[in-house]
C-alpha cells in the first residue's frame, strides 16, 4: 500500500548543524523501507556555499571528492566537513570514479573528454572522441574491476545542447570502452545520465533525463555486450528528473534527482523516497563503513546514514 508516513507537519527541525527529517517527507512505498533507513532518519548538511555540486566519489584514503562544475573546481571534503580544493582547473568536471590503480577519473561536462589523475596529479587523456568525433560532454563513469569502463555521453555541456553545431556525435550514447575501443551500448536514449554496475557486473544502470523518471537495466555478457535490455522503473508521478546512482553490497539501488533521493530494492521495486531541503543531483556511498550516503543537492552536500553497506569497484 502506498502511502505518506506523517507525525509532524514540520518540514525539517533544525538542531546542532542536522536536519531532523520528519516522515511528512519520506515518502514510503513499502515497509521493507526501514530496512534501509531509521525512522528517526536525519539529515546532515556537512558543508556548504557552492555553485552547483555533482559527481561525489569516496576515495580510499577517507575523504570524498565531488564535483562543482561552474566553479570549476573538484573539491575534497572530510568527514568533519572541512573543505578545500583539490584540482582546479578541473574542464567543469561533472562525474567522477576511482579507477582499479587508484586515479581518480573525471568526466569533464565542458572539457568534452574523459581524463585520469593519478597520485601525483599528472593528467591522461582516456578518451575524447569516437570514430575521430568529438565526444559531446561526458556526464558520469562506472569501472568494471578489470579496468574497463561504461559513461553516458548527454549534451548539457554543449551549447544550445544538441542543436549546437559543436556536437559531431550524432546520438547522445551510453558507450563501454576496454583496451581502447569503445562500443555503443544504448544510442536511443534522450538524455542518459547517471551509470552504475551491479556488484556482480552483470547488469548495468542507466537514468534517463528530462523525459520521465525513468531507469533501464541492461544485462551484460562477461564482455561487456548487451544481452537484453528493459525499464527498471519508471514512475511519471514523481517530479524532477533522474540523475545520480549508486548501488550496495546486495545490489540494492539509490537514486538521486529532483524528486529525491529515491531507494529500490535489487529487483527494481520502489521501497521509499527521500526529499532533502535543496534538490539532490548525485550521491556516493562513504565513510570508513561505507553506510553513509554522501549526497550533492545545488549549492550543498548533505550526509544520511544508510544500514546497507555500499558497493565499490575499486
Known sequence: MNYIYKVLPILFLLCNGSVQAQSDFIT??????????????????????YQFVEGPVWHKDGFLLFSDIPANIIFKLTTEGKSSVYITPSGNSNGLSIDKLG????????????????????????LDKIDGKRISSPNDVVFKKDGSFFFT???????????????????????YVKEGK??????????????????????????????GWLWKAY????????????????????????????????????????????ILDKTGKHLGTIKLPENPANLAFGDKDLQSL????????YRIRIKKKGHLAY
Open 28 to 49: 514510503i512505498k513499502d515497509d521493507k523501507l526501514w530496512d534501509f533507513i531509521a525512522k528517526d532518519l536525519k539529515i546532515d548538511k556537512v558543508s556548504s556555499g
Open 103 to 126: 586515479n581518480l577519473v573525471a568526466c569533464e561536462h565542458f572539457g568534452r573528454r574523459l581524463v585520469s589523475y593519478d597520485s601525483q596529479g599528472k593528467l591522461t587523456v582516456l
Open 153 to 175: 555521453d548527454p549534451p548539457y555541456g554543449l551549447k544550445n545542447n544538441d542543436k549546437d553545431s559543436l556536437k559531431e556525435l550524432k546520438s547522445n550514447g551510453v558507450y
Open 182 to 211: 569503445t562500443t555503443v551500448i544504448d544510442s536511443t536514449l534522450k538524455r542518459p545520465n547517471g551509470v552504475a554496475l551491479s556488484p556482480d557486473e552483470k547488469t548495468l544502470y542507466v537514468a534517463q533525463s528530462e523525459f
Open 219 to 262: 544485462q551484460l555478457n562477461e564482455d561487456g555486450k548487451v544481452k537484453s535490455s528493459q525499464v527498471l522503473m519508471e514512475e511519471p508521478e514523481i517530479l524532477g528528473n533522474p540523475d545520480g546512482i549508486k548501488v550496495d553490497v546486495e545490489g540494492n539501488i539509490y537514486c538521486s534527482g529532483n524528486g529525491g533521493v529515491v
Open 294 to 301: 554522501y549526497i550533492t543537492a545545488q549549492k550543498s552536500i
